[in-house]
């Protein structure tokens, strides 16, 4: 899909729909059986039996913080397959829902597309009263964040975005929320220097 140069517009969108949609569907799939597997300990699809030998995680911060984790892991190979840089138009074209559309803009969001930033403003109302997705676009965008080159007029609207999930998945309110969403940019800001320097020493 990345070197698709032979296909014309339509037939790129068409593909593009499909691997989205297809990936969006492992991504739910995936989703739902990293839950059941930590909070069981095992979990059985159909006549199949999926068990590693550990006991369930009791612990459900933990849970949490590794399901809402998978769909930005799933994302990550997305990226690499049918990520680039010559889809932008169709990117921002294509209609998906849910963990596909999660897709979309996780992928926007890695490449540095233009207007990503109002994609997910515009994934951020969409999916306001859904914590999932909010949760599954938070985590990608804080990995994105700290992890890839970001020109400087973008740091602080990604920050502002990330921190704005976060109080949203909380439920935060008022002067709460306003206290929250400071923080975490304050946060994000010293993460992102540490892992510069890291690098930087490596």
Sequence with gaps: MKNSDRLD???????????????????????????????????????????FGAGRVK???????????VPQIVSQYTRMYAA?????????SV???DFPEFLRVAGMTDL?????IGEISRYHKRYRSNTTMLESLMWKMRDSFLRFGLDKG????????????GADILGKKGADRDRH??????????????????RHDE
């Design 59 to 69: 612990d459900p911060r933990t849970v949490r913080l590794i399901v809402a984790n």
């Design 95 to 97: 209609e998906l829902d």
């Design 154 to 165: 973008f740091v602080q609207p990604l920050r502002q975005q990330i921190a704005e999930f």
């Design 9 to 51: 517009v339509v037939q790129k969108r068409s593909h593009l729909e499909k691997i989205l949609n297809r990936w969006g569907m492992l991504t739910g799939l995936a989703f739902k059986v990293v839950s059941l597997l930590l909070e069981n300990g095992k979990v059985k699809i159909g006549s199949f039996e999926i068990n």
């Design 112 to 116: 540095r597309m233009d207007e990503f």
């Design 181 to 198: 969403v400071a923080e975490t940019i304050q946060r994000l800001g010293e993460q992102r220097l540490a892992m510069k320097l890291r």
């Design 84 to 92: 680039s840089g010559k889809l932008e138009e169709i990117y921002r």
